[in-house]
Structure formats: C-alpha cells, structure tokens
C-alpha cells in the first residue's frame, strides 16, 4: 500500500467514524536542540484530489503577510503550497510574494485567485497576477469568494477552461466561505478540480456532508481560516488582547485531524507563527486542545459567525448578514482593519448605507448565538 492509498483508507475509515480520527504516524518536525526548521521531509504530504499535484499539508496564506522573510522561510522549511489573489493588500500582495519565492518556483504550488465575474475581466487579472507573481502559470487558479452558484456564472467557467488549455493554468479551482451552497453547480459544472473552503472548529461539523461530496468526486480540498476564530483579538469595540498561546495550534490540529483536507493555508505574518504551525502540523489533536477549544467556543459564541448561513435572504433590507459579520471578524479576530473595510466597500453602495442601529430590534435571531445586530453594527462602526 502507498502513502496515497494509506490516505484513502484513513479517508474511508474517517468517513465511516465521523470526526473521530486523529492524524497518526506523523514524525516530528522539530528535534530536540535542532534549528528552527526541519529539512523538507519531515512535514506530510498529500496529493492534492485529481490534480497529482503534491502539496505538504501545512500550505502559506499570504493574504495579510508583509514580510517576505517569512515566505522565504517557509520555502526553506520545506512548505511547498503558497497562496494568494489578485486583490490581496489593494493588488500588491501578488509582487510581493513572487519576489520572496522568486528561484523556488520550480518546487513549489502557487497559487492565485480572480474576482473577475466576466471572461474579460478574469483573462485581466491572470495575466497581471502571471506579471506579478513572475511566473508563466499558475497551478492552481481560483475564481474567488463564490458563496453562491450565481456567482459562478458560465462565463467564468468558459475563461478558467480556455487558460487551462492554454497552459496558463493546471487546475481549476474556486473559494468558497459557503461550500453548501455551491456544491450543485461545482459538481454540474464538472470543470472544478480544487475547491477551497472555509473550515474551523467554530463551523464544526456544517460543511462535512459537502466535503465529503468534493472529495468522492476526487477534488483537492484546501481549508481557508482555519485558526481566525482562536486569534484571540480584542471584539466588539474591547480593546485589543493579544492572542493565547496553544489556542491557534489547536485550532490548526482540529482541522488536519479531517483527512478529507488535502491542505491548509493559514495566514501567517511572523516567524513565531511559522514555527507554532510547523510544530503543530505533527502533533495529535488531544483532549487538551479539545477542552481549549469548547472554552473558546463559549467564549467567541457572541462575536464569531459560524457561516452556518441560516440567515440568509432574512434581513428585510437584504444585507448579507454573515459576510458583513465576517468583515468585522477580519478586524476584531485577524486583526485586519484593512482587509475588512475592503470587503466592506465592495458592497453595493445601497447595502454600505444600511444601519443596524436605526432598525430597532433585529428579528433575525442566530441558532448559534451570534449577537447579529450587535455585531452588524460593529461593522458599520468599524467600516463605513
Ligand atoms: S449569523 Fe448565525 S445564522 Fe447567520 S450565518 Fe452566522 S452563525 Fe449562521
Ligand atoms: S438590524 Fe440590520 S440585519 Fe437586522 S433587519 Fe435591520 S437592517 Fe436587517
């Protein structure tokens, strides 16, 4: 049996238990005494669904990063999945991370995404993101944040299928903080061979049942924001604490614990976040990590949107409720003021004028707890 066959039978046997299984047989990335990172063997590899492309389970989320030490780090520890977009840090987030993986790019999976919803508009943005990223194909290409199947319009499929045959890309794929929801047309589009999905402990167990479709039709899952609800920031207006130690790592492990996750992408900006991931990805997820992370549950149940998106098409003025609730969490959980205000004023100029506060109260009423006016007005506070 080989590595990727073992994968499939711990896949299979996962999907008959349920979230029971740990990750196993995994060596450790850090000796005792040794240098901060380890020679590129030590970190689990998984080949990423269909494509045959090989990624180490822990990948790069350059969205918020700036240093590109930390990329060029990365590299040297042996991560070889690095992501981005087109519109990551107003567009130059894409220079950026070219220039640190500049000389590594035979050895690695890159990355990008497009929020062009027209053929022309995306062709656009491959060819600068292809500029920009000093490459002259992306392997894998997403069409970005399509929460719902409108926003995967036929157009779009036409322009990722026509760079796929024109070499500029090797695989299609689309990222989704709403999986459910675009599962029909992911899977009637035929097109899609990665998918890349919000998933955390605070989701829980929403999106399995999706996940578990995308996998058994042999897409490569990729998990987006898998540590942002254990970051520990400030929330609501409360002045900024910084994160617990242990409650990222265990955040972290509680995603790769899911075999049906080829790889994650989390954010990370410092060298002490490289070395916490690159620990953790090695490490079991234990009743200690369990017990950290029911508290955290409890503790961000106000704030933290579960995306669970049960609220959706509720709100009588047609405010999309949970991603207005994720544009404050991008300030009160990530500590990205900017990234939040940008998705804010991608609103449509009717939704950016909406207040929460001039509603009286709010009948939508959250089956997680989520304080939904509270928190929509938080984000007007915060964005507009
Ligand atoms: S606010 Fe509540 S109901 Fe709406 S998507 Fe978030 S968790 Fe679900
Ligand atoms: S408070 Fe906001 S979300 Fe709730 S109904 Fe009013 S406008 Fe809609």
Known sequence: MNRDEKVSATRRSFLAAGMALPAAGLASVRAPGAAFYQAPAALP????????????????????????????????????????????????????????LKGARSRITLSSKSGGKTKTEAMQDLETSLKELGTDHLDIWYMH???????????????????????????????????????????????????????????????????KRFFEAGIGLVGMKVVAPAAGRGRGGAAATPPVPGKPVAALKWVLRNPLIDTIIPSMTDMDQLEANLRAVNEKFGPEDEKLLAALNEEIRPYYCRACHQCDGQCPQGLPV??????????????QYSVGRERFLELPERLQKVRCEDCGACAIRCPNGVRVQERLIRAQQLYA
């Open 322 to 335: 949970a991603d207005v609730i994720r544009f404050a969490s991008y300030t009160d959980f990530y500590g």
């Open 45 to 100: 590899v998984r080949t990423l669904g269909k494509t045959g492309m090989k990624v180490t389970r822990l990948g790069f989320g350059c969205m918020i990063t700036s240093d590109p030490s930390v990329i060029s780090r990365a590299v040297d520890a042996g991560i070889t999945y690095f992501d981005t977009a087109r519109r990551y840090q107003q567009g130059n987030n894409e220079r950026m991370v070219g220039a640190a």
């Open 145 to 211: 944040a399509r929460d719902e199947a409108a926003a995967i319009p036929d157009e779009c499929l036409e322009a990722w299928t026509a760079a796929k045959k024109e070499g500029k890309i090797r695989a299609i794929g689309v990222s989704t903080h709403n999986p459910n929801n675009i599962a029909d047309r992911v899977m009637q589009a035929g097109i899609f061979d990665v998918v890349l999905v919000q998933y955390n402990f605070a989701s829980g167990n929403t999106i399995d049942a999706t996940l």
